[in-house]
């Protein structure tokens, strides 16, 4: 077969070994030879297909190992209610509206993305604000978090929710001082009381929405991600069909690693399905467990009171023995687990359902991963490192809501030392990075960016300790996140014999001026060998 040779190139491999390069070919969709043109070229076969590089910078494509890719797909489809679009609820009433005009769905407005704490007034949505908009019809709201809801009347009624429904267990029907509820649902448990009665999207809708998501993660570097709660919401079978049949007729652009919930596994796991069954574009990964919710949103549970409420330290969702039964099933079956837990109380939950399972088997070679861990203290990055667990911290809160951290949620001194980076890194502890999509867009050089220099919006720097270096925060995307699918050798590297998946760049983040990583822009994406995306080419 014809190579392809790139010349004149400006690379970092990631790649030991070899760390630099200015050429290499790809073959059959993987790297061949790496180094200088003669020897690239000489290496090379008949006839190679020639491609100028122009001094660019190329980097490994970059792996995500924590987002919803599938999720975000869909929420393409629904009204955008985050704060990137909207400044204050008046803003995000007047879109509902709009889309209830434009009549596309006349049985149901969702939206999502509605971030209280970043609207001008402050405040949640309720259902007089949602039946302002329509009350005969139902309208469902997700917050940011993804781990908060916003219903109407008639969303309310569909759930059958009223003044006298218990709250679910892990979950909270949000009350008026009468007791009726304010159309807040908390956590899934609450969420699924309305979210169990809404239509579940077929394959076809995902097949029509997975290629934009994916044209999207493609134009900021993802060539591999983890899409991390398949089977939320009854959207497994569309979305595990939708992946099958994109990557059947080769338009799956982003290799998929699927973290599925614990509960929808278990049909795999009875056929004998594991976690690394697939193929090198769609594979079954890690079991997808939660044991508490988000900060911002108050339901991350905390050792301490959270700094504007005290009293309030959130709940762990599971009770300590039914996590450590799950963890311990999972984890003496050899399936890598992973499990949200942002607040301190739910990190210290996790790691002991951990060491009690390893009691049981004594296994640290799973890679089990602990998502977002961004209250881990001292004691449990080094607990982490003693089990082999891998922490995926969120980094992009420091900037995004780093300032009402410091100031509203959880005060100056916890807020320094949120996704303990630095510290992680020299007790030896291997660690990655997320934007949890659609939380946060997508963007592994922003998460860079946030990791290198701990700025929040209005500029001050948390935790100047827990800086790491740029070259650190590569691996993160790279090197180290291939580990976390167990593909190390076939990815995260310019390395013979690896997937030809990488980008180019405008400029290259380990030597422009750290204030600027994230403004620099991919200019092509390529996976195995195949070009995704190219900046200014349709
Ligand atoms: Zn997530």
């Not at 709940?315 to 984890?331: C, F, G, N, S, W």
């Not at 080094?382 to 009402?404: A, C, E, T, V």
Request: with cysteine.
């Amino acid at each position: 077969m014809r190579q392809t040779v790139y010349i004149n190139g400006d690379l970092t491999t990631m790649n030991p070994e070899q760390p630099t390069a200015s050429a290499f070919s790809v073959c059959h969709g993987k790297f061949n030879s790496i180094g200088d043109r003669e020897k690239v070229l000489a290496e090379a076969g008949p006839e190679p297909e020639i491609v100028d590089l122009e001094g660019r910078v190329v980097l490994p494509g970059f792996i995500e190992t924590h987002n919803h890719m599938s999720y975000y797909a869909l929420t393409r489809l629904m009204v955008d209610c985050t704060p990137f679009a909207n400044k204050s609820i008046a803003d995000v009433k007047e879109k509902l509206a709009a889309a209830l005009a434009a009549g596309g769905n006349t049985e149901l407005i969702m939206g999502w993305g509605f971030d209280d704490t970043m609207m001008t007034d402050r405040r949640h949505l309720n259902r007089r604000d949602l039946d302002g908009i329509v009350s005969d019809i139902p309208v469902f709201i997700f917050h940011a978090s993804g781990h908060l809801a916003y219903v109407n009347s008639a969303a309310l009624a569909m759930g059958n929710i009223t003044k006298d429904t218990p709250d679910p267990a892990g979950g909270e029907i949000h009350r008026d001082e009468t007791g009726e509820p304010t159309g807040l649902l908390l956590e899934p448990s609450a969420i699924e009381l309305v979210g169990a009665h809404l239509p579940s999207p077929d394959t076809g809708t995902f097949m029509t929405a997975l290629p934009q998501a994916m044209a999207a993660y493609n134009r900021t570097g993802v060539t591999s991600t983890h899409d991390a709660a398949i089977g939320i919401a009854g959207q497994g079978p569309g979305s595990i069909e939708a992946y099958r049949a994109l990557e059947k007729s080769g338009r799956l652009t982003v290799r998929t690693y699927l973290t599925v919930l614990f509960d929808y596994y278990d049909s795999f796991i009875e056929k004998g399905i594991r976690n690394g069954f697939g193929s090198d574009d769609l594979r079954f990964g890690s079991v997808k467990l939660f044991q508490d919710g988000s900060i911002q949103g108050l339901t991350a549970a905390l050792k301490e009171d959270y700094h504007n409420r005290p009293g309030h330290r959130g709940e762990l969702i599971m009770p300590q023995e039914e996590l450590d039964r799950l963890v311990a099933k999972y984890h003496c079956l050899g399936m890598q687990i992973a499990v949200h837990a942002n607040g301190d109380r739910a990190i210290e939950s996790v790691i002991t359902a951990f060491e009690r399972a390893n009691e049981i088997r004594e296994d640290t070679s799973l890679r089990h991963m602990l998502i977002h861990c961004q209250m881990a203290s001292s004691g449990h990055i080094m607990r982490m490192k003693k089990l082999g667990i891998i922490p995926s911290y969120f980094i992009n809160h420091l900037f995004h809501w780093g300032d009402r951290h410091d100031s509203i949620f959880i005060g100056p001194e916890r807020a320094a030392r949120m996704n303990p980076l630095g510290e992680s890194l020299r007790e030896g502890l291997t660690f990655t990075l997320h934007a949890d999509t659609p939380v946060l867009p997508v963007s592994p050089l922003e998460c860079i960016h946030n990791a290198v220099n701990r700025k929040t919006r209005n500029g001050k720097i948390l935790g100047e300790d827990q800086v790491i270096s740029p070259m650190d925060a590569l691996k993160t995307f790279t090197t180290d996140a291939a580990k976390c699918s167990f593909e190390e050798d076939k990815k995260g590297a310019i390395a013979s014999g690896m997937l030809a998946d990488f980008v180019v760049l405008s400029d290259n983040p380990l030597t422009v001026p750290a204030g600027r990583i994230r403004d620099i822009e991919v200019l092509e994406t390529v996976v195995g060998g195949k070009t995704v995306y190219k900046k200014d080419q349709p």
